[in-house]
């Protein structure tokens, strides 16, 4: 890791937010798509029930 000086705690703490950014976007994309997915399923089953 390079040497960062006096700016180590800031760098860092950037590193960090983004990241949990990143995470964060990422849950809620896969939570979405999850829920997405269900309801899709749920009307293809309609669809084919119906005739």
Known sequence: M???GKY???VLAAY???LVLILGLVLISVIRS???KKQL???D???KSDG
């Open 2 to 4: 390079p040497d960062l």
């Open 8 to 10: 180590a705690d800031t």
């Open 16 to 18: 960090a937010v983004s």
């Open 34 to 36: 999850t829920r997405v």
């Open 41 to 43: 399923e749920a009307v």
């Open 45 to 47: 089953k309609k669809v």
